[in-house]
């Protein structure tokens, strides 16, 4: 016999928990099913970068939405999540690379969107004094900001479930099927029954998809990243490259993370990554040729999180293009803590009231599939 | 000098030069296989034979006749053809093989067709008030100074806790002129009737009438109080008094000096971090590997012999690293196997008799909860500095297990990665949680294990699809 709730939440990362909360904060009354906990992959362990720095065009929209969100976080959750605000800069380490950063400023303009500013050597040396003397400028997002990824995911599934959601952590989804205009889908010995589903499931969630007759070009990847012993504090913004793979960021206890989109081998059925210490060490040398300050700095901990990589580097967000009450929010690429929050809020509309206020509509899986609903 | 491994792969990789360690090198090189011993210590021996080949003190019977037998294992590795480097640091493994390894500063890669990891054992957190205090250290690091440099305590001393080694260390302090002022014996008075029978085993075991003797010893020269229900370390940023209870009866002494010992437990980070299965020990009260009978672990060809494969002390260590190392001949050059001096079904035998005695001592000797369990402001992580209150308030907020605990606290995230607080940790929360320590699992561990430089990772050689990504374009 199915429970019935008002909606089924698949994934327990950072996505699906935004997304239960917000249907709470609609009045619903959802249940969040994650097979692990709420956390445990991806959500749980990134860099927690809050960026609106370098993205893509198609996500910005969402992306500048989060941010107010983000900004307000304690109020939405009575938690901070560690979350503070001393912008990103991307740093152009030569003339080309800056002649890059100010076509893409330009563009952004164009379009009406001012959260990237290009900035010269001397605003560069002002924000990050320790970068070398060599790099040229590049863009400041000033708003932008860190977060402690695991304490926030953590705290969105408190807050849904203080606020009524029922969670179910240490159970895989399964069986899920359409029948009589609800979805069920089982968690262990229970079953669950809604009018809507959203597969937020991560590296999980291209198989959901392709049963459910929605294939996309997904494949499963496993960012790595390290972290220092603590080291004097030198440094306040986030900094990423312009050229090369790295980012960068100091936290208030003086330890330093290392990331920038080297890959693990993803094991993906046994929950499991094997760190690939020959890139890591690009990274190394890369950290070793910008700051010299950090070279005596000793690695203690290296890891991956494992999440699901689009072909084009963009999510699918939205309603299935085939299947009524089916909603997709996965494939984040690589980026996709810092649109959390909002993507929550614009799917707790989309499911609500049937449409929102931010331009998501080149998120939608309809771009692998039209429409035959 | 530092000396580099001389190829990239090899057939077996053996490391920790420890009791198991130099058996399992032995045994491999002498059948052929090409052989790696790699070891974090400047010379020969682990912990319990350590500085066997360069140690101070000559008078033999200080160190006992059974420290003397790593002499004769070390001689028989220096006749076989394994390479052997010392102040190597493995500081990762995987499920591929894949080693990585700190020699002098700079790090090199090997591969293996079979692993056998010797990394012993670690000493058990003793998380009392006041274990912080500059002035506590274990018996452990007492017994590496003595060992190493003959150093031995000349102020106020007091050495509480339980297990073997911990009178092994006392009689050794003794016998080489150091001061202990008393002996606090943690040990529960119903681990004597728990252990009573598997008694007899015990009676027929090497380490009763070793045992017995040294226990004499040692009590002959110092004021040895049983029964301690109760332990705290104090003083204003130096350990100034040491008080406790037993019998009911409380007491404080000044103490310059307090050495703790409550037993040791596998060194898992290693072989966790390579993604072996472990379960919870619910009589030694820690992680140990599954393993099959050979010492094979649940990742396919990396072995686990000595004190990491569970706790059985340095006779079992011998034999199950010429256990493994025979698994892996029959592995990998079935006939040299023949060449080899014992048989499986030996081996086996002299196990079977080296592990006599050892659920005797492990019921004796199980920790009591309130010297495992810590309550209030008594730190837990050290690195961190979190106390036992602050891990059941992130309990209270949600965090189920340790790695949930990690996003609240932070708790084993410091360079320890967990060797001083992992199994507080594990057993406070499954406390608080009402679940068993096998429910609340463990720290999921990662490399490096052991820290490296910036600097030195960054020297390491790149694979070539990163020199061709950091092109500019």
């Known amino acids: 016999m199915s429970k019935n709730v008002d909606a089924i939440v698949i994934g327990g990362g950072i996505h699906g928990c935004s997304t239960t909360l917000h249907l709470c904060l609609a009045g619903l009354k959802p249940v969040l099913i994650e097979k692990d906990y709420a956390g445990r992959h991806a959500s749980g362990v990134n860099a927690g970068g809050v960026r609106q720095l370098a993205r893509h065009i198609p996500e910005i929209p969402l992306s500048i939405r989060s941010m107010g969100i983000w900004e307000k976080i304690t109020d939405l959750l009575d938690d901070d999540c560690s979350f503070e605000s001393h912008g990103q800069v991307l740093v152009a380490e030569d003339e080309d690379e800056l002649a890059v950063c100010r076509a893409r400023v330009a563009e952004l303009n164009a379009l009406g969107f001012t959260h990237e500013e290009l900035i010269d050597a001397a605003e560069l040396r002002r924000l990050v004094p320790a970068v070398a003397e060599t790099c040229p400028g590049g863009v400041v997002s000033r708003r932008d900001g860190a977060a402690n990824p695991a304490q926030t995911t953590t705290a969105f599934r408190r807050k849904a479930e203080r606020l009524g959601a029922t969670v179910r952590e240490g159970v895989a989804a399964g069986n899920i099927r359409y029948s009589d205009g609800l979805w069920h889908v089982d968690a262990g010995s229970e079953s669950f029954a809604a009018p809507v589903l959203v597969n937020a499931a991560g590296a999980w969630a291209g198989k959901i998809a392709a049963d459910l007759g929605e294939p996309v070009p997904v494949e499963t990847v496993a960012p790595m990243l390290m972290i220092t012993s603590r080291v004097p504090h030198f440094i306040d913004p986030v900094v990423i490259l312009r050229g090369r793979k790295l980012s960068f960021k100091q936290f208030k206890n003086g330890t330093v993370l290392i990331g920038g989109g080297h890959l693990a081998k993803p094991y993906q059925d046994r929950n499991e990554t094997v760190l690939d210490w020959k890139s890591l060490a690009t990274s190394a040398q890369t950290v070793f040729e910008l700051f010299p300050v950090m070279r005596s700095a000793t690695i203690v901990r290296a890891w991956a999180g494992i999440e699901a990589k689009m072909k084009d580097d963009i999510p699918v967000f939205g309603p299935s293009s085939r299947h009524r009450g089916l909603y997709h929010q996965f494939g984040f690429s690589l980026h996709g803590f810092q649109l959390g929050p909002g993507a929550g809020a614009v799917m707790a509309e989309l499911i609500v009231n049937g449409g929102t206020q931010t331009r998501v509509s080149d998120l939608g899986i309809d771009r692998f599939h039209p429409s035959t609903l | ?473």
Not at chain 2, 151 to 172: C, E, F, K, N, S
Request: net charge positive; aromatic share 6%; proline share 5%.
């Open chain 2, 1 to 473: 000098m530092t000396v580099a491994p001389k190829r990239e792969d090899y057939d077996v990789v053996v490391i920790g030069a420890g009791p198991a360690g130099l058996a399992a090198a032995a045994t491999s090189a002498e059948a052929g296989l090409s052989t790696l011993l790699l070891d974090e210590n400047i010379g020969p021996g682990g912990q319990v034979f350590r500085a066997i080949a360069s140690t101070p003190v000559t008078e033999r019977n200080q160190l006992g006749a059974d420290y003397w037998v790593g002499a004769d294992l070390v001689q028989s590795l220096r006749a076989s053809n394994a390479e052997v480097i010392h102040r190597a640091t493995v500081w990762s493994l995987d499920r591929n093989l894949d080693i990585a390894v700190s020699i002098g500063g700079a790090s090199a890669f090997v591969k293996a067709k079979r692993v056998i990891l010797a990394i012993g054992a670690l000493e058990r957190p003793f998380p009392i008030p006041g274990w912080t205090l500059p002035g506590v250290m274990t018996a452990g690091a007492a017994q590496t100074m003595l060992k190493s440099s003959a150093l031995v305590p000349d102020g106020r001393t007091v050495i509480a806790g339980q297990g073997p080694l911990l009178w092994l260390l006392a009689a050794q302090i003794l016998r080489l002129g150091g001061r202990i002022d008393r002996i606090l014996d943690t040990t529960e008075r119903g681990n004597y009737f728990a252990a009573l029978p598997h008694a007899f085993a015990f009676l027929t075991s090497p380490y009763f009438a070793k045992g017995l003797s040294m226990m004499r010893e040692v009590k002959a020269k110092v004021q040895v109080v049983s029964g301690v229900t109760e332990l705290a370390a104090s003083g204003d940023g130096q350990l100034a008094s040491v008080s406790y209870v037993a019998g009911g009866k409380r007491e404080t002494i000044p103490t310059d000096l307090l050495l703790l010992h409550q037993g040791v437990v596998p060194n898992v980070n290693l072989a966790m971090a390579a993604g072996i299965e472990h379960r919870w020990d619910d009589l030694q009260l820690c992680w140990s590997p599954v393993l099959d009978a050979s010492g094979n672990s649940s990742v396919a060809g990396i072995a686990i012999a000595g004190d990491g494969a569970g706790i059985g002390g340095a006779n079992a260590a011998v034999v199950r690293g010429r256990i493994a190392a025979r698994a892996a001949v029959d592995a990998l050059a079935p006939a040299s196997a023949a060449k080899l001096p014992a048989t499986m079904a030996t081996l086996r035998s002299d196990l079977a008799k080296a592990e006599r005695g050892r659920l005797f001592l492990d019921t004796l000797f199980r920790p009591a909860p309130q010297f495992r369990i810590p309550s209030g402001d008594t730190i837990v992580c050290r690195c961190e500095e979190v106390t036992a209150k602050d891990v059941l308030d992130s309990v209270a907020i949600g965090a189920t297990g340790p790695n949930q605990l990690k996003a609240y606290r932070r708790t084993g995230m410091g360079p320890c990665q967990g060797r001083l607080c992992g199994l507080t940790v594990t057993e406070l929360m499954a406390q608080a949680r009402g679940k068993t320590p096998q429910e609340i699992g463990y720290y999921r561990l990662r490399a490096p294990v052991k820290p490296i430089t910036l600097a030195e990772l960054a020297a390491v050689p790149k694979s070539e699809a990163d020199v061709k990504a950091v092109v500019r374009g």
